[in-house]
């Protein structure tokens, strides 16, 4: 069920005022114009709740005039806002890619969710991380009928030998049927497991399984049908296949990009409220060369700096990313990030070349690297050094938003990057 909060003193500014907010844009009130009818027309579902997490890392920042700013705006309004982008829906408390998990994000005001977009075994696309999750992300391995046909069966772990317990179940290995049978759970496994049940537990100690009775997954389709029901836009990745292409013989990587874009044409979507992703370059230029008008706004999800050694960000580069027609790169958040002589966070090389290049950057992931006590994780890992406490998301936060300028951040708990994104009027 949407929540829509309209908050009493913004009510009443408005109607005292002859104003209102809708988005993050100030408007008049028109003349004679009935305002409580006004108001509720272009506040409804727009107002949103971020809980108690934002004000807990502006509070935990260290002291200075961004946390003094931030603290200004604790008690909102706060309205939907696409620099915040929902991570799978909000999988730091939800199971990732499931209704609850879309429901929650768009709460915590995510103008954009995303759908990892991968097929069945009857080639229907559904919203997965990967292909090959189903394991970990699913109770698939407690349905014996359906962890019968997992490419690779459950294997206990042989702690004598020092092998992990082992498992692989895809989408592609069942029927779309067969996948809306299944529940969401938090993405996890145990490799110390002996049996199904223990493999499936193991959710990491800040993350929960409050809400991970039983979520409900969703095909592409019904996505963004639901994403459109809550007031937001997508942002559908296409997903590296894991199974050879063309899949049965007759379905191709082509035929697989074209079907994602297909489902928002049919559901009448306009292609500026669509961004879609790939880390196969190759997607991004089909869609720029087949679908332009979606493909104007495709994004390529840049992993050549962990992948390939010899990756070097430079402008020449950049460059021929924008000739060959890609608008928008998405690298992990760490790439764009460096420290300067003085261990301040700064925008990174591939940062700097992209904007000259005319690339516009969106980038990923906010709050997945858990608590930031010891530096984090692999996504802070470029400036691991000054990241102490949960607050420096806040300050990483900042210098993605104003120094290096990207359009948008993913987030594992978007209520964050909302709460940003309204406090600084993006």
Request: aromatic share 8%; with cysteine.
């Amino acid at each position: 069920m949407r929540t829509i909060t309209i908050t009493l003193c913004a009510a009443l500014l408005a109607l005292l005022t002859g104003t209102a907010v809708a988005g993050n844009h100030k408007q008049d009130a028109k003349p004679g114009h009935p305002h409580g009818h006004w108001l509720f027309k272009h506040l409804k579902g727009q107002s949103v709740q971020l809980g108690p997490r934002p004000s807990y890392l502006v509070n935990d920042m260290d002291e200075g005039q961004l946390k003094q700013a931030l603290q200004q705006c604790e008690k909102g309004p706060f309205f939907k806002t696409d620099f915040s982008i929902g991570h799978r829906g909000a999988a730091l408390q939800f199971p990732e890619h499931t209704k609850e998990s879309y429901e929650a994000a768009a709460v915590m005001g995510a103008g954009i969710i995303e759908c990892d977009v991968t097929f069945t075994q009857d080639k229907q696309l559904v919203c997965r991380h990967s292909q090959c999750d189903l394991h970990t992300t699913t109770n698939i391995l407690g349905i014996p009928e359906l962890a019968a046909k997992c490419s690779v069966p459950f294997t206990p772990a042989d702690p004598i030998n020092g092998t992990p317990a082992q498992a692989s179940c895809c989408t592609s290995d069942i029927t779309l049927a067969e996948f809306k049978s299944l529940c969401g759970k938090m993405d996890a496994a145990d490799p110390s497991a002996t049996t199904p049940e223990q493999y499936m537990a193991g959710t990491a100690d800040w993350r929960t399984d409050l809400y991970a009775t039983c979520g409900t997954l969703v095909t592409h389709a019904e996505s963004i049908e639901l994403i459109k029901s809550l007031g937001a836009k997508f942002t559908p990745e296409l997903k590296s296949p894991s199974v050879a292409m063309p899949f049965n013989g007759d379905y191709s990587q082509q035929d697989y990009a074209q079907q994602m874009i297909d489902e928002y044409k049919a559901a009448g979507i306009k292609p500026k409220h669509v961004w879609a992703q790939s880390f196969n370059l190759e997607d991004v230029k089909y869609w720029i060369a087949q679908e332009p008008a979606f493909g104007k706004q495709a994004v390529f999800l840049d992993a050549r700096m962990y992948e390939d050694a010899a990756f070097e960000p430079s402008l020449a580069g950049m460059e021929a990313l924008k000739r060959q027609g890609v608008n928008i790169v998405a690298p992990p958040l760490w790439a764009l990030l460096t420290l300067d002589s003085d261990n301040r966070i700064v925008p990174s090389e591939y940062a700097i070349n992209a904007k000259a290049a005319g690339l516009d950057i969106i980038t990923w992931t906010l709050e997945r690297d858990g608590p930031l006590a010891n530096g984090g994780g692999w996504y802070h890992q470029s400036i691991r050094d000054v990241i102490n406490n949960d607050g420096d998301t806040m300050q990483v936060l900042h210098v993605l938003a104003q120094d290096v300028g990207v359009l948008g951040v993913f987030s594992d708990w978007p209520a964050t990057t909302t709460y940003y994104a309204n406090c600084m009027k993006l």
